[in-house]
C-alpha cells in the first residue's frame, strides 16, 4: 500500500525537494540526490509498497532489492571511479525503505567519516538530468 505524503510512493513535488527520479527498476525508484556534496550521490528506494523496514520484505522481495542497490553502486563506480561508497539506511522521520549510495575519495569532502545528510550544495534539474544520464549509461542490470 501506498502512503499519502510519501515523497517515494507519491513522487511529484515532495520528491522535487530534495530528489530526482533518474530511472525505476521492477522494485526501486533510482534517485539523484540533489545535494551532491558527492558526485553521483543516488538513492535507492524500495517502490512496490510503502515498507518501512528490510525485515519487512520477503526473501525474494529483500533480493530484488539488495540487487538494485548494488547495480547502482556498480554504475556509480564505473561512473565516477570513487575510491569507497558509503551506503546509509535513514529513515526515523520519513519510515520508508530507501539506501543513500555516497561515492568518496581518498582525501576529499568527508573522507574517513561519515558523509552528512544535507549540507545544502544543492543542484539544478538540468545538473540532476546530467548525473541521471550518467548513471544510466552505466548501469547493467
Given at each position: 500500500?501506498?502512503k499519502?505524503n510519501?515523497?517515494?510512493c ?6 522535487a525537494?530534495f530528489g530526482y527520479l ?5 522494485t526501486s525508484s533510482v534517485?539523484v540526490?540533489?545535494?551532491q556534496s558527492h558526485k553521483g550521490?543516488?538513492i535507492?528506494?524500495y ?6 523496514e528490510i ?5 525474494e ?8 542497490v ?8 564505473a561512473?565516477?571511479?570513487p575510491?569507497?561508497?558509503n551506503y546509509g539506511a ?7 525503505l ?6 568518496k ?13 544535507n549540507t545544502?550544495n ?8 546530467k548525473?541521471?544520464e ?8
Open positions: 500500500m501506498k499519502e510519501c515523497p517515494y507519491q513522487y511529484g513535488e515532495y520528491l525537494k533518474a530511472f525505476e527498476t521492477e534517485i540526490f540533489k545535494d550521490r543516488m535507492v528506494a517502490k512496490k509498497d510503502h515498507v518501512a525485515q519487512d520484505l520477503s526473501d522481495e529483500r533480493n530484488a532489492f539488495m540487487k538494485d548494488s547495480d547502482v553502486a556498480k554504475a556509480i563506480q561512473a565516477y571511479n575510491d569507497r561508497i535513514y529513515g526515523d522521520t520519513l519510515g520508508h530507501h539506501i543513500h549510495l555516497c561515492p575519495y581518498k582525501d576529499g569532502f568527508e573522507w574517513g567519516g561519515t558523509f552528512v545528510m545544502g544543492l543542484v539544478s534539474e538540468d545538473e540532476c538530468a548525473v541521471a550518467t548513471i544510466k549509461a552505466n548501469y547493467k542490470a
